[in-house]
């Protein structure tokens, strides 16, 4: 299973010098054989990586009660995961700690295209959020942010959908959490999609194109 050996800020791991891992290695539907350049994170990877997070976000929460933002609909998956590991850890520990999960959609992207224009939509009183956006340098979470921090919330911490993309520009978000650093590649798996497919598989990179 895949994993990085270079640590980077927030306990990550950098896929950057990996090359990830051919498709002979897995099983995958027959209608995406040949959509798909390689394997970058295998499932397992993913679940072990999830675990930790979870574990890092118990210890930094403290006694406080979580309110989860989930951002759809590529964040749902990874969002499920984590929450189900927040809730193990807190079954099993001292202390338990509330935890409520809402939704929000995020419509920005275009088919494999970023668009200039970003909704909100759902969560009470998130229904419609327009601004400029560029997904691969964050505006999209800032301008989230910014609408969250109206509600006066006591802390604000983000797990974003385990990725982050290694890029050049000045204004790059980065999460609190993140799973893997990876280079800048169009990815799929794991509930991130190309035009509604391609969300059941493994972490892969889109055949020949890069963002």
Known sequence: LAGGSSPVPGSAASLDDLPGYSLDLF????HYYGD????LIPHGIIVDRTECLAKDIMQ????????????????????????????TFSRNSERSISMKV?????KSYHNDQSTQDMQIIGGEDLSK????????????????LNNIEKYKPKMIKVA????????SQP???RPDYYGFEIPNV?????????????????ISVFRKYKV
């Open 27 to 30: 099983t995958y539907p027959q």
């Open 36 to 39: 798909l350049e390689y394997v």
């Open 60 to 87: 930094d929460i403290g006694d406080n009660n979580i309110v989860v933002l989930c951002v759809l609909k590529g964040g749902y998956k990874f969002c499920a995961d984590l929450v189900e590991h927040i809730e």
């Open 102 to 106: 809402d939704f929000v959609r995020l």
């Open 129 to 144: 959020l327009t601004g400029k956006d560029i997904v691969g340098t964050g505006r999209t979470m800032k301008a989230l």
């Open 160 to 167: 974003r959908d385990l990725l982050v993309k290694t890029t």
């Open 171 to 173: 204004d790059g978000y």
């Open 186 to 202: 169009f990815v799929v798996g794991y509930a991130l999609e190309y035009n509604k497919d391609f969300r059941d598989l493994n």
